[in-house]
C-alpha cells in the first residue's frame, strides 16, 4: 500500500528550486528510496513550493528525507523554512 506525502516549504525562487529538484541527481535519489513526486508552485503564496508524491511507507519516507545527503539538496535548491511534511492514507 502507498500513502502521499505533501511537502511544503518556501524556498527563495521557485523557478530555480523546481530546477534542482527536478535535475538527474533528485530524481534518482527519489527513485531509489521509492518516492514519485511532483513540485507544484503555491499560486497565493509564489515563494512557496509543494510536493505531493507517493511512498510505500511512512518509515521509509523519513529514512529518505532525514539524510545528510537530502538535508544538502534542501539546501541547494533554495529552502529557507523547515518543511512541513503531511501523510495522507486512503
Not at 511537502?7 to 523546481?18: M, P
Request: aromatic residues 8%; without cysteine; glycine residues 6%.
Amino acid at each position: 500500500m502507498s500513502i502521499k506525502v505533501i511537502i511544503s516549504a518556501d524556498v527563495k525562487d521557485f523557478d530555480s528550486f523546481s530546477k534542482v529538484f527536478n535535475g538527474e541527481g533528485p530524481q534518482n535519489a527519489r527513485k531509489e528510496a521509492g518516492f514519485i513526486a511532483e513540485d507544484h508552485k503555491n499560486l497565493d503564496n509564489p515563494t512557496n513550493a509543494v510536493v505531493i508524491g507517493t511512498v510505500d511507507s511512512k518509515e521509509s519516507f523519513q529514512a529518505f528525507f532525514n539524510t545528510p545527503e537530502q538535508a544538502e539538496r534542501m539546501k541547494s535548491a533554495g529552502i529557507v523554512s523547515e518543511p512541513k511534511v503531511t501523510f495522507l492514507a486512503n
